[in-house]
C-alpha cells in the first residue's frame, strides 16, 4: 500500500470544539498537508488556502463520499455519542463517527484518528461509559491501515491564561498527592498539546490499531513541553 508523506489532503470533523478546533489550526500549518476538508453543520466564517468548508447534514453522511477522497479522517466531534433514528436504543452503528469511519474506509482512506475519552477505558476508577467501550470497539472492527484512539481525561484551554485554569490544575495537583499519584492519570492536559500530538501520531507512519491512554498523552505533551524524548503509544 502507498502511503503518502506530503501533500496530504484529510477530513476534519468537530472543528467547533476545542480540541477540533486546535487540530484545525494545527492541520493547516502542518507541511503534510496541502487540503483540508471541513465537514461541518454550521457555516464557518473562517477562510484559509488549504481549507475547503462543506455544511452538511451529518443525518445522510452517505451523500458526500465525494468529500472522502483523502488520506486521513480526523474525527474530534462529540456527536459521535449522537443517536441516529433511534435516541431510546443505543447502538455503535448508529453512531456519526462510525458511519463516517465505515464510509471513509470504503472511500480508500487510510488512517482515521478517533478522539475518544478516559471514559472508555475501563480500568479507571472515576467512570465508565460502556457505550465509549462499545464504540471504540466496532470502529476498531474496520480494517484501516491505521487506527489511532486517544482517550484524554480533563482538556484545558490553556493558551489563555485565567484564575480558573490555575484553579482546576492547582486542584487536580493537590488531589493527585493526597492519593499518592493515585489520581495521576486524571490530571488536565494541554489541548494544544493533546492536537499536536495526534497529528504528529498520524505522521508515523505506523500500521495497526494504537491506543493512547491518558497516561501516554500527559507524558508525551508534558516531555514535548521540555523538549525531551518521547515514548510510544500502547498498540494493539
Known amino acids: 500500500m502507498e502511503i503518502e508523506k506530503f501533500h496530504k489532503k484529510a477530513v476534519l470533523v468537530g472543528a467547533n470544539e476545542l480540541i477540533g478546533r486546535k487540530c484545525l489550526l494545527q492541520l493547516l500549518q502542518h507541511e503534510a ?46 456527536g459521535s455519542m449522537k443517536i441516529k433514528h433511534d435516541p431510546g436504543k443505543y447502538k455503535p452503528e ?32 472515576l467512570y465508565y461509559r460502556h457505550e465509549k467501550q462499545q464504540l471504540e470497539h466496532s470502529i476498531a472492527q474496520i480494517p484501516f491501515w491505521a487506527l489511532h484512539i486517544f482517550r484524554p481525561a480533563f482538556l484545558l484551554e490553556d493558551d489563555q491564561a485565567s484564575k480558573g485554569i490555575r484553579l482546576v490544575k492547582n486542584l487536580a495537583n493537590r488531589l493527585n498527592n493526597m492519593t499518592s499519584g493515585g489520581l495521576d492519570k486524571y490530571q488536565p492536559v494541554s489541548a494544544l498539546g493533546l492536537a499536536k500530538l495526534m497529528i504528529k501520531q498520524a505522521q508515523r507512519f505506523r500500521p495497526g490499531i494504537h491506543i493512547y491512554s491518558s497516561e501516554f498523552i500527559k507524558q508525551n505533551i508534558s516531555t514535548n513541553e521540555k523538549g525531551l524524548s518521547k515514548k510510544d503509544g500502547k498498540s494493539s
Not at 456519526?96 to 472508555?120: C, D, H, M, N, T
Open 94 to 125: 448508529q453512531t456519526y463517527a462510525y458511519e463516517l469511519a465505515k464510509l471513509a474506509y470504503e472511500a480508500g482512506i487510510k488512517q482515521y484518528v478517533y478522539l475518544s475519552s478516559i471514559a472508555a477505558d475501563p480500568d479507571n476508577v
Open 33 to 78: 498537508y496541502s487540503k483540508i476538508h471541513l465537514l461541518m453543520e454550521e457555516p464557518l466564517n473562517f477562510e484559509h488556502p488549504k481549507l475547503e468548508v462543506f455544511q452538511i447534514n451529518f443525518e445522510h453522511l452517505s451523500r458526500y463520499t465525494e468529500l472522502l477522497q483523502v488520506d486521513d479522517v480526523y474525527y474530534c466531534w462529540d
